[in-house]
T-cell receptor
Framework: GDSVTQMEGPVTLSEEAFLTINCTYT??????LFWYVQYPGEGLQLLLK?????DKGSNKGFEATYRKETTSFHLEKGSVQVSDSAVYFC?????????????FGTGTRLLVSP | GAVVSQHPSWVICKSGTSVKIECRSL??????MFWYRQFPKQSLMLMAT?????????EQGVEKDKFLINHASLTLSTLTVTSAHPEDSSFYIC?????????????FGSGTQLSVL
């Protein structure tokens, strides 16, 4: 079945460092890909998404590119802030799958220190 | 933005007791809500789909008699873990769909950490 693999955390960075959180997937066809973020005490919220190969999703300085050839959707940010400390979930949805078919990764905790 | 409230945030209970977790959509009506759980170092997994006014749909391997879901109103779904055991200790999250087909968005609760002693 479909699956998502993301790097184990926590990822610990200093403020203004470059961030990469790796995410690879296994799926049939062309799924949609998502990054969700969960800030402390809050629910997951959609950070960005890409629906087809070579699409780049971006939001709040974060970006991720849908790479069909490497089945990856790595999350990057050029300069992290303390306020980016959160848990980041990579997810996919099969074609025409809808919310019920969302497949999540394990989540990666990011800790940014001043 | 829309808010989904989930309570309690954490609960500790004795083995054999039942625990109820509430999921409320605070500023919208949700015909459909979802329940997930996440064991340590594992993926967030869908347990069941909760539909207002009808029976929940459970994913394969999830015991419907153990995890009772009630979605009696358009703003509230509850998950009751009956006769909880230590292996039920997990992080439980709910989510709710807001909007009409074609413009739907998904909003999540903040989760409930259940520890069964």
């Amino acid at each position: 079945g479909d699956s998502v693999t993301q790097m184990e955390g926590p990822v610990t960075l200093s403020e203004e460092a470059f961030l990469t959180i790796n995410c690879t997937y296994t799926a049939t066809g062309y799924p949609s890909l998502f990054w969700y973020v969960q800030y402390p005490g809050e629910g997951l919220q959609l950070l960005l998404k890409a629906t087809k190969a070579d699409d780049k999703g971006s939001n709040k300085g974060f970006e991720a590119t849908y790479r069909k050839e490497t089945t990856s959707f790595h999350l990057e940010k050029g300069s992290v802030q303390v306020s980016d400390s959160a848990v980041y979930f990579c997810a996919l949805s099969p074609p025409l799958g809808g919310f019920q078919k969302l497949v999540f990764g394990t989540g990666t905790r990011l800790l940014v220190s001043p | 933005g829309a808010v989904v409230s989930q309570h309690p945030s954490w609960v500790i209970c004795k083995s054999g007791t039942s625990v109820k977790i509430e999921c409320r959509s605070l500023d919208f009506q949700a015909t459909t809500m979802f329940w997930y759980r996440q064991f340590p170092k594992q993926s967030l997994m869908l347990m069941a789909t909760s539909n207002e006014g009808s029976k929940a749909t459970y994913e394969q391997g999830v015991e419907k008699d153990k995890f009772l879901i009630n979605h009696a109103s358009l703003t509230l779904s509850t998950l009751t873990v009956t006769s909880a055991h230590p292996e039920d200790s997990s992080f439980y999250i709910c989510s709710a769909i807001k909007g009409l087909r074609g413009s739907e968005k998904l909003f999540f609760g903040s989760g409930t950490q259940l520890s069964v002693l």
